[in-house]
T-cell receptor
Framework: GAGVSQSPSNKVTEKGKDVELRCDPI?????LYWYRQSLGQGLEFLIY????????KSGLPSDRFSAERTGGSVSTLTIQRTQQEDSAVYLC??????????FGPGTRLTVL | GQQVMQIPQYQHVQEGEDFTTYCNSS?????IQWYKQRPGGHPVFLIQ?????EVKKQKRLTFQFGEAKKNSSLHITATQTTDVGTYFC??????????FGSGTRLQVQP
């Protein structure tokens, strides 16, 4: 597609429920990143996929967070047993050979 | 681990004044990138610097990469209201993911 898409754009869930956030990157971009951004704050790195290499999961805040990237394309970020502090905008980005990161519009997650 | 510090956190200027944000890394970088995030939007790539001492210009924006490749700056000449947003630097050290600075939020008073 023309850019990075993310779905849903907004997600409201109850504390304790699981959520899945989806990212469709730009075709052919081998690197994919997930970030979290709380209101008025910077970008918190979560996880990084590069081609067929093992993902860099060093930014995941707890074992409730996991992510997959199937077929080197679409990625899903899963948050289990959501907590109120998980409320934030979750941003996905991808990059090609020149390292420029293209960001999606984000998913705004609200945990009640 | 690698840390990227960015100052100031916030700057409020009158339209027409200049603005500078500074970025400092705890480790030597292979490259540095700058992004702009408008209020309510997502970060958008501005530029990448890779060479020691490199200076690049985009209209009123001037980007510098330090000689030691540990610091960088973004300078905006004669700010306009369209410059409002948060400016992030992001440092790269090879194949690992970029480390983003905390951002500088710029407010421009017309």
């Amino acid at each position: 597609g023309a850019g990075v898409s993310q779905s849903p754009s907004n997600k409201v869930t109850e504390k304790g429920k699981d959520v899945e956030l989806r990212c469709d990157p730009i075709s052919g971009h081998t690197a994919l990143y997930w970030y979290r951004q709380s209101l008025g704050q910077g970008l918190e790195f979560l996880i990084y996929f590069q081609g067929n290499s093992a993902p860099d999961k060093s930014g995941l805040p707890s074992d409730r967070f996991s992510a997959e990237r199937t077929g080197g394309s679409v990625s899903t970020l899963t948050i289990q047993r959501t907590q109120q502090e998980d409320s934030a905008v979750y941003l996905c980005a991808c990059s090609g050979a020149n390292n420029e990161q293209f960001f999606g519009p984000g998913t705004r997650l609200t945990v009640l | 681990g690698q840390q990227v510090m960015q100052i100031p956190q916030y700057q409020h200027v009158q339209e027409g004044e200049d603005f500078t944000t500074y970025c400092n890394s705890s480790t030597t970088l292979s490259n540095i990138q700058w992004y702009k995030q408008r209020p309510g939007g997502h970060p958008v790539f501005l530029i990448q610097l890779v060479k020691s001492g490199e200076v690049k210009k985009q209209k009123r924006l001037t980007f510098q990469f330090g000689e030691a490749k540990k610091n960088s700056s973004l300078h905006i000449t004669a700010t306009q209201t369209t410059d409002v947003g948060t400016y992030f630097c992001a440092g790269g050290t090879g194949r690992r993911a970029l480390t983003f600075g905390s951002g500088t939020r710029l407010q421009v008073q017309p």
